[in-house]
């Protein structure tokens, strides 16, 4: 199972950058790195995902480290609806819906 | 607008009784996954089926949950019979199954047995 570290909680204001950092040090040679959210018990949300280049697309940007052993998911611009529990996780090949779900990291965004 | 579909969104029921949740795949996806959530163990995966074939069905209680894919736009879980300890929010993910591709989630079904 996916091992990964995020910080509990964090808060941005509306307008400003969220960076949401995760450590994935387990990530094996093949995985994926994951970006999901979810909002009051709804379904959980695709962010986006990359193996070991960074990725950008219209919801947000993945920055992975060299050693792809931890990873940042940017939001550029927060808006008081991206307020919501981000999940960081890794899988591999066409296990990628086989996800391990942590604690995830609340962010919390002001106006 | 895509999406996965999961019926019902709640269902109460008695202890005892047997419960059937139903999820729509997003048309072409050939890989559907059931999870279940709860504040105590968040997202645990359950079962997935690739092509409607069950690939892996090691996260699911065998003496009363069983889970399949009649065809290819439904899956189905049934829980019988059903206890208090099955109360939480039951996902159906499905994906197109290629190798990097992503899984997208259903609104969930709430399920509390009392």
């Known amino acids: 199972d996916a091992k990964t570290t995020q910080p509990p909680s964090m808060d941005c204001a509306e307008g400003r950058a969220a960076n949401l950092p995760c450590n994935h040090s387990?990530?094996?040679?093949?995985?994926?790195v994951y970006w999901y959210r979810q909002i009051h018990s709804q379904g959980p949300q695709y962010i986006i995902h990359?193996?070991?280049n960074n990725e950008t697309n219209e919801m947000a940007s993945l920055i992975i480290t060299e050693d792809r052993k931890s990873s940042t998911l940017i939001l550029p611009h927060a808006t008081l609806r991206d307020t919501a529990v981000y999940y960081c996780?890794?899988?591999?090949?066409?296990?990628?819906?086989?996800?391990?779900f942590g604690q995830g990291t609340i962010l919390t965004v002001h106006p | 607008d895509a999406r996965v579909t999961q019926t019902p969104r709640d269902k109460v029921t008695e202890m005892g009784q047997e419960v059937t949740m139903r999820c729509q795949p997003i048309?072409?996806?050939?890989?559907v996954f059931w999870y279940r959530q709860t504040m105590m163990q968040g997202l645990e995966l359950l079962a997935y089926?690739?092509?409607?074939?069950?690939?892996?069905d090691s996260g699911m209680p065998k003496d009363r949950f069983s889970a399949e894919m009649p065809d290819a736009t439904l899956a189905t879980l049934k829980i019988q019979p059903s206890e208090p300890r099955d109360s939480a929010v039951y996902f159906c993910?499905?994906?197109?199954?290629?190798?990097?591709?992503?899984?997208?989630f259903g609104q969930g079904t709430r399920l509390t047995v009392v």
């Open positions: 993910a499905s994906g197109s199954g290629g190798a990097g591709t992503e899984a997208f």
């Open positions: 387990t990530i094996s040679g093949n995985e994926y």
């Open positions: 990359g193996l070991k």
């Open positions: 996780t890794h899988a591999g090949g066409t296990s990628y819906g086989k996800l391990t």
């Open positions: 048309l072409g996806h050939n890989t």
């Open positions: 089926f690739r092509n409607r074939a069950p690939l892996d």
